[in-house]
């Protein structure tokens, strides 16, 4: 429930980030523009956190294998597809498409394997990045790819150029799993997601202040001084370790409080088991209600995005109540459950 409550808030905080600004001035900007460049990875390692839980056991992993495989294959025809409508979104659900091949490669990975490489991929990657940004500055333009680009040119929008490339968001995927190798269960393992994320996240904010302070900020993209930003979405190593390190405080918050209270964070719990279907939902209401849905000024646009996510929550409450799954949801699980189901009949328990 509390992995499920993370899912739930990631997508709220998209919704706030899609229909209002990504910075204003004062304390409301401040706090309303937060979720910008954090809800996204939020929602990416709780993916990372749902495939390590798939695979948890030997027996399992041949199923979680093919149903990674069945759900990036999805993902890359529904987020083409809602790229298509006119919302103003770079969607990420195609890019899903790579984060979970990413993770199908890793299901065999150890604990301390995936460690490893979420350390080195965190730190490599944004460089590898940045140094593809400035030599080839006319191609990492971070455009998002759609219905009507060529294989090669969504293959790079996926792996490299696009707004979640791979090459550096594998590294939120490649943490989600090892979180989800953890005894989540556990009190103390859930104090420590909270305070190591608190303290990460502080850390690199507090790196990237110091050093822009004495160093000042970069004049252009192929600047040296933009690994030393910590803004939102802009890929550099300090924006990824500081939104990597906040997530994993807001899962390791999400468990604590659902051991301890469930039917507290039982509402959020049942928005992130259809999170799915509402991220799709929000992006069509934006197709076709952009105009009194989305707004330029916080005071307009927290009304208006609290009302989506209440919708959403009172949608997901009602429809959870009566059946497992949500809409979409029900569509990627449909193949397996039938498989699980014809099993079950053939080697029936004694």
Known sequence: ???????????????????????????????YGFPHGRASVLFVL??????????????RRWDARLRLFWIAALFLLIGLGLQSLDHGVAVIL?????????????IPASPSLLFGLGIATALVGPIAYFVLRRLLSDVVERETVGWGDGLGDVLAGLVLTGPYPVLVWGAIVIWGMWIGRQKLTYASVQWILIASGIVVAISAEAISWLALGQYGRPDDSTDWRNLLIADGHSQMP???????????????????????????????????????TYYIA????????????????????????????????????????????????????????RHRRREASQNPRP
């Open 282 to 337: 929000h992006l069509v209401a934006l197709h076709f209600l952009e105009d009194r849905l989305r707004f330029s000024d916080v005071r307009h646009a927290a009304p208006s995005a609290m009302m989506l996510a209440v919708l959403g929550i009172g949608f997901a409450i009602a429809w959870r109540r009566y059946l497992r799954r949500g809409p979409v949801e029900w569509i990627m699980a449909r193949p397996f459950d």
């Open 46 to 59: 709780v993916a990372g956190i749902g495939a390590a839980l798939l695979s948890r056991t030997d027996e």
């Open 238 to 276: 300090l924006w990824l370790i500081s939104s990597i390190g906040s997530a994993t405080a807001l899962v390791g918050i999400g468990l604590a409080i659902g051991r301890r209270w469930p039917s507290a964070i039982w509402p959020l719990a049942a928005l992130g088991q259809v999170a799915l």
């Open 94 to 106: 195609q890019h899903y498409t790579a984060f979970y091949l990413l993770a199908l490669l890793l």
């Open 1 to 31: 429930m509390g992995v499920d409550a993370a899912r739930g808030l990631s997508v709220i905080g998209m919704t706030m980030v899609h229909v209002g600004p990504n910075s204003a001035e004062g304390l409301g900007g401040a706090i």
